[in-house]
Nanobody
Framework: QVQLVESGGGLVQPGGSLRLSCAAS????????MGWYRQAPGKERELVAL???????NLADSVKGRFTISRDNVKNTVYLQMASLKPEDTAVYYC???????????????WGQGTQVTVSS
Protein backbone atom coordinates (compact mmCIF):
# COMPACT_ATOMS: atom_id res chain seq x y z
CA GLN A 1 0.00 0.00 0.00
CA VAL A 2 1.49 3.32 -1.10
CA GLN A 3 0.83 6.46 0.87
CA LEU A 4 1.75 10.10 0.36
CA VAL A 5 1.89 12.07 3.59
CA GLU A 6 2.12 15.85 3.49
CA SER A 7 3.26 18.23 6.20
CA GLY A 8 4.23 21.84 6.68
CA GLY A 9 1.03 23.78 6.08
CA GLY A 10 -0.28 26.47 8.37
CA LEU A 11 -1.10 30.12 8.83
CA VAL A 12 1.39 32.71 7.61
CA GLN A 13 1.30 36.47 7.09
CA PRO A 14 1.53 37.98 3.62
CA GLY A 15 5.15 38.07 2.52
CA GLY A 16 6.02 35.11 4.69
CA SER A 17 7.41 31.69 3.83
CA LEU A 18 6.43 28.07 4.30
CA ARG A 19 7.94 24.76 3.30
CA LEU A 20 5.72 21.82 2.42
CA SER A 21 6.94 18.23 2.42
CA CYS A 22 5.40 15.10 0.96
CA ALA A 23 6.88 11.69 1.68
CA ALA A 24 5.98 8.50 -0.15
CA SER A 25 5.92 5.28 1.83
CA UNK A 26 5.07 1.67 1.12
CA UNK A 27 6.34 -0.92 -1.31
CA UNK A 28 7.06 0.22 -4.86
CA UNK A 29 9.77 0.08 -7.51
CA UNK A 30 10.27 3.74 -8.39
CA UNK A 31 8.71 7.18 -8.42
CA UNK A 32 8.33 9.10 -11.67
CA UNK A 33 7.21 12.72 -11.63
CA MET A 34 6.02 14.37 -8.42
CA GLY A 35 3.98 17.52 -8.15
CA TRP A 36 2.06 19.95 -6.03
CA TYR A 37 -1.48 21.06 -6.74
CA ARG A 38 -3.75 23.42 -4.86
CA GLN A 39 -7.46 24.00 -4.56
CA ALA A 40 -8.96 27.18 -3.21
CA PRO A 41 -12.60 27.35 -2.04
CA GLY A 42 -14.96 27.44 -5.01
CA LYS A 43 -12.16 26.86 -7.51
CA GLU A 44 -10.84 23.90 -9.41
CA ARG A 45 -7.67 22.11 -8.42
CA GLU A 46 -4.68 23.55 -10.29
CA LEU A 47 -1.11 22.51 -10.89
CA VAL A 48 1.41 24.55 -8.91
CA ALA A 49 4.72 22.81 -9.59
CA LEU A 50 6.05 19.62 -11.11
CA UNK A 51 9.41 17.86 -10.93
CA UNK A 52 10.51 14.87 -12.97
CA UNK A 53 12.61 11.98 -11.69
CA UNK A 54 15.61 13.64 -13.37
CA UNK A 55 14.97 16.93 -11.60
CA UNK A 56 13.44 18.98 -14.39
CA UNK A 57 10.93 21.43 -12.93
CA ASN A 58 7.87 23.27 -14.18
CA LEU A 59 6.07 25.96 -12.22
CA ALA A 60 2.78 27.76 -12.77
CA ASP A 61 3.18 31.35 -13.91
CA SER A 62 1.47 32.58 -10.77
CA VAL A 63 4.22 31.19 -8.52
CA LYS A 64 7.34 31.59 -10.66
CA GLY A 65 10.02 33.48 -8.80
CA ARG A 66 8.36 32.78 -5.44
CA PHE A 67 8.03 28.98 -5.15
CA THR A 68 10.66 26.29 -5.62
CA ILE A 69 10.05 22.57 -6.00
CA SER A 70 12.71 19.99 -5.17
CA ARG A 71 12.94 16.31 -4.31
CA ASP A 72 15.09 13.88 -2.39
CA ASN A 73 15.05 10.57 -4.24
CA VAL A 74 16.66 8.74 -1.32
CA LYS A 75 13.93 9.87 1.06
CA ASN A 76 11.20 9.60 -1.60
CA THR A 77 10.15 13.11 -0.65
CA VAL A 78 9.13 16.18 -2.61
CA TYR A 79 9.31 19.70 -1.20
CA LEU A 80 7.63 22.98 -2.03
CA GLN A 81 9.44 26.03 -0.72
CA MET A 82 7.05 28.97 -0.78
CA ALA A 83 8.19 32.55 -0.31
CA SER A 84 6.61 36.00 -0.69
CA LEU A 85 3.26 34.41 0.01
CA LYS A 86 0.12 36.26 -0.98
CA PRO A 87 -3.48 35.92 0.25
CA GLU A 88 -4.37 34.41 -3.13
CA ASP A 89 -2.02 31.51 -2.36
CA THR A 90 -4.49 30.38 0.30
CA ALA A 91 -5.65 26.87 -0.56
CA VAL A 92 -5.42 23.21 0.31
CA TYR A 93 -2.18 21.93 -1.19
CA TYR A 94 -2.00 18.36 -2.45
CA CYS A 95 0.98 16.35 -3.63
CA UNK A 96 0.73 13.81 -6.41
CA UNK A 97 3.18 11.17 -7.55
CA UNK A 98 3.40 8.78 -10.45
CA UNK A 99 4.63 5.47 -9.07
CA UNK A 100 5.71 2.20 -10.63
CA UNK A 101 4.81 -0.60 -8.25
CA UNK A 102 6.77 -3.11 -10.30
CA UNK A 103 9.03 -3.00 -13.36
CA UNK A 104 7.88 -3.77 -15.94
CA UNK A 105 4.49 -2.46 -14.96
CA UNK A 106 2.03 0.38 -15.19
CA UNK A 107 2.38 3.79 -13.60
CA UNK A 108 -0.18 4.58 -10.93
CA UNK A 109 -1.00 8.03 -9.58
CA UNK A 110 -1.35 8.68 -5.89
CA TRP A 111 -2.53 11.76 -4.01
CA GLY A 112 -1.74 13.01 -0.56
CA GLN A 113 -4.46 13.97 1.89
CA GLY A 114 -3.88 17.70 1.51
CA THR A 115 -2.51 20.36 3.82
CA GLN A 116 -4.07 23.77 4.42
CA VAL A 117 -2.07 26.90 3.67
CA THR A 118 -3.64 30.16 4.81
CA VAL A 119 -2.04 33.51 4.03
CA SER A 120 -3.62 36.24 6.12
CA SER A 121 -2.72 39.12 8.39
Amino acid sequence: QVQLVESGGGLVQPGGSLRLSCAASGTFFSINAMGWYRQAPGKERELVALITSAGTTNLADSVKGRFTISRDNVKNTVYLQMASLKPEDTAVYYCKAGIFLTLPGSEYYYWGQGTQVTVSS
